[in-house]
Nanobody, 127 residues
């Protein structure tokens, strides 16, 4: 069982940066891979990035490669998403979620494989 709370969203100009945090409660946080997804009204939920339980493996959507970096600090029960060179198309509600599957590589991009979701944090990028 994991409870997740996202923070760090806000309004930023194109080209700017934001750092999102996903704070977790529970004693089993370090056993879960964590993913970030985003969703805007009228669009499907979109995979952004994921990190496995050790932090040794990461995955990114093609649209954010080279701009976003996911990391985790298990001692603080927190996963971060550093977002640089933000674009208006990055505007969305961002969610963090815990992956239930043990096959990180095969399932990290599918929202149906995640079992615990936070309430989301709004990111708005102006042009």
């Amino acid at each position: 069982q994991v409870q997740l709370v996202e923070s760090g969203g806000g309004l930023v100009q194109a080209g700017g940066s934001l750092r999102l945090s996903c704070a977790a409660s529970g004693r089993t946080f370090s056993s879960y891979a964590i993913g970030w997804f985003r969703q805007d009204p009228g669009k499907e939920r979109e995979f952004v990035a994921a990190i496995n339980w050790t932090g040794g493996r990461t995955g990114y959507a093609d649209s954010v490669k080279g701009r976003f970096t996911i990391s985790r600090d298990n001692a603080k029960n927190t996963v971060y998403l550093q977002m640089n060179s933000l674009k208006p198309e990055d505007t969305a509600v961002y969610y963090c979620t815990s992956l239930l599957s043990g096959n990180f590589i095969a399932t990290m991009r599918s929202h149906q494989e995640y079992g615990y979701w936070g309430q989301g944090t709004q990111v708005t990028v102006s042009s």
